[in-house]
């Protein structure tokens, strides 16, 4: 009997653990979207979850902070699919995608700041491989299409996406871009990067 | 006698405290530039002191980056002073102070890579406030002549210089840009970013 009952907790104990998990990375989004200096000890309260559970499963704040970080780029991937990426003319998919990214990070424009304090921008980068190959796919497309410059190399084209998004953000935050400005400035200026020249041969 | 020598022993110890500070900044400058992880207990022995001496002039390794930073940018300033960036036409400035900072910059890119593990990008922005002013000057003199753009604000446009600058020294330190690339790659950027549009017009 005995046997059997610890046969049964392990999925039980699994099942807990994948809650309290789910719990702290819900109440860590929340938290650190509206406050990045937010606590370890605030962020565990929220989740319903003592201090001891929450060091149990993130060992520190920066673990935590890169664990929410991962987690919402994760859940925000599947708003940036949108068929209109592979047919609409290069630039205007190359303006949409760079709305829905900004709509995005702008939601969690604070959560970034608090991984800009811990963690080191290429490791913040490597988090978003996946939203990064979708540009790089587009401006390939681009490229090929002519639509896009082709003298400088793809993956430093991509970096400045990176770049540019990120930076508005810190813009945003210090109060030296204006919100309604946002959207304006980062297609005016990523268009600029990536099609001047074309359009003086064409 | 014994009031004489405590009164003597103040100065003493002040340049005591002088000396070791300029020998730790240096240690560090050199030790960071080569390697972003190097230990407080590396720099304290290069520089011929103890740890605790290190710690009571820098409390924390943090604390020790952000004074070596601060402290190469400070001995760098005068390389980005040109009598030409006053003069000469504002595209060829611009391609001028491009080409001298990243030349400081890559000589301390490793240096960057550590502040950039341990402080907020912020923090390191505000360090440049005085080559980034120079920046500013520029933008504006190139945009009352007309060389470039004035549809996007000008403190965006400063942020991009320092976000180009910067990213280029991350792609070099991650291998994804070539040596004998950067220089082009940020001066056709940077005058793409400042002078798309104004073109089309001219």
Redesign the interface.
Known sequence: MVKAASRQSVPVRRADAERNIAAILAAGTRLLSSDPAASVAAIAKAAGVGRVTLYGHFPSREALVEAVLNHVIGAADPALEDPALETAPAPEAMAALLRSSWEILDQHRRLF?AA??T????RIRRHHDRPLRRVERLIERGRRGGDFRT???L??LV??FF??VH?AA??R??G??APE?VER?LI??M???L???V??FS
């Open positions: 700041v800009d304090r963690m080191a921008t290429e003298d400088l190399p993956p430093w970096t400045t770049s540019l930076s810190q813009e935050e210090e030296r871009l400005d400035v005016t200026s268009l600029s990067l099609t001047d020249g359009s003086a």
